[in-house]
């Protein structure tokens, strides 16, 4: 029988502030996610010992949760993609690292490390064919799809070197795309030969070389799948990514509070998401600052699905059994590195120089 707290550990979630709020504690104990993902807004900027501050949350969250493996994410990329206060050292784009990039992947790893994270949404696995694209743009390590797969196969080996789980995205490609999944429903209306000869090919290095977590795009291929984005498509996350590239393990969806997702009411996001293949359900950063108000509905959907039929027992089975295989992953990565002081790593001489190297070069 699959119990409630089962379908809680499908959800990584956001949270409301800097501080662990008594509502936002009451519903991680209610919910008990497999993990969360910090945002700006989680940090206290104004507080120069804001490190001690996210100590303090982290800690407050396990409680609430009760998982001492929990996943603690972020989006860590570098350029734009950089959410922490100084002195946590920004990287430029992920484009300009050039022959430098197993160096700063492994920095901006090592930093994630000493402040508790152990999952890290990077890398971009895009392939940057469309030159006006701005959502993902200087994202991309390359508009040459076999330089993007090398360069990010390099990035995820040092990322997990450095102690933190890597994550690959957005499959099946989001770098040809004018819209930004953020805003809208991005179309790519491309044929699967196309995708195989440009957007699959850093996936499929990626997945080659052990990738353990893959996040799926808001955007949809009309060619593969007429009705739903990747999302939400079995056809793509299932048949293509399982099937086709021979995937064996967990998918997290892009954040399904986007407004690429929002064809799909909020409530039904979560059934439609695990019934096409996803995992784990990422619910983080909604425009009213309550990311578990919204997992509780998603949370309430599933077990209507459940009662319904329209979400399968085997759905949610495969679902909790790769999560759990996830944190155990990301627990272990970690298990083997030595936890260094924060003033020694973060921030330090060593990666502010490389910085300037890597914007010389």
């Not at 090592?110 to 895009?126: K, Q, R, T």
């Not at 179309?187 to 996040?215: C, H, Y």
């Not at 909020?266 to 996803?278: D, N, Q, S, Y």
Request: glycine share 8%; with cysteine; hydrophobic share 40%.
């Amino acid at each position: 029988m699959i119990e409630q707290d089962d379908l809680g550990s499908l959800f990584l979630t956001g949270l409301g502030g800097s501080e662990l709020s008594t509502s936002d504690a009451r519903l991680l104990e209610q919910l008990r996610p497999s993990g969360v993902i910090l945002f700006k807004h989680n940090f206290k900027f104004d507080c120069l010992d804001w490190q001690s501050a996210l100590e303090r949350l982290l800690n407050d969250v396990r409680s609430a949760v009760g998982r001492q493996d929990l996943l603690v994410s972020i989006d860590h990329e570098g350029g734009r993609v950089h959410r922490f206060p100084e002195p946590v050292t920004r990287f430029p784009a992920a484009v300009k690292w050039g022959d430098l990039a197993k160096d700063a992947a492994s920095s901006m790893a090592s930093e994630l490390f000493c402040l508790g994270f152990n999952l890290s949404f990077a890398p971009v696995l895009d392939v940057l064919s469309e030159p006006t694209n701005t959502v993902i743009g200087d994202r991309a390590f390359s508009s040459e799809p076999l330089a993007a797969a090398e360069k990010a196969v390099e990035v995820m080996k040092s990322i997990e070197q450095a102690g933190v789980m890597a994550c690959g995205k957005h499959f099946p490609g989001h770098g040809a795309t004018f819209a930004d999944s953020h805003e809208e429903l991005p179309v790519l209306d491309v044929s699967l030969e196309t995708l195989a000869g440009r957007e699959l090919i850093p996936f499929k290095s990626a997945v080659d070389s052990g990738l353990r977590l893959v996040m799926s795009a808001h955007v949809l291929y009309p060619q593969l799948d007429s009705d739903n984005p990747a999302t939400f498509s079995h056809r793509i996350m299932t048949n293509l990514l399982r099937g086709e590239l021979g995937y064996e393990h967990a998918v997290v969806s892009d954040d399904l509070e986007m407004l690429g997702a929002a064809g799909v009411p909020l409530g039904e996001r979560g059934v439609h998401a695990l019934e096409a293949g996803v995992d784990l359900l990422l619910v983080g950063n909604p425009s009213d600052k309550q990311p578990l108000q919204h997992a509780s509905l998603m949370h309430q959907g599933l077990l209507k699905g459940l009662e319904s039929g329209k979400l399968s027992d085997a759905a949610v089975v495969r679902a909790i059994e790769n999560v759990r295989k996830t944190r155990v992953y990301a627990s272990s990565l970690g298990s083997s590195q030595a936890k260094q002081k924060h003033a020694a790593i973060v921030g330090c001489e060593a990666h502010r120089a490389l910085c300037e190297k890597i914007a010389r070069s």
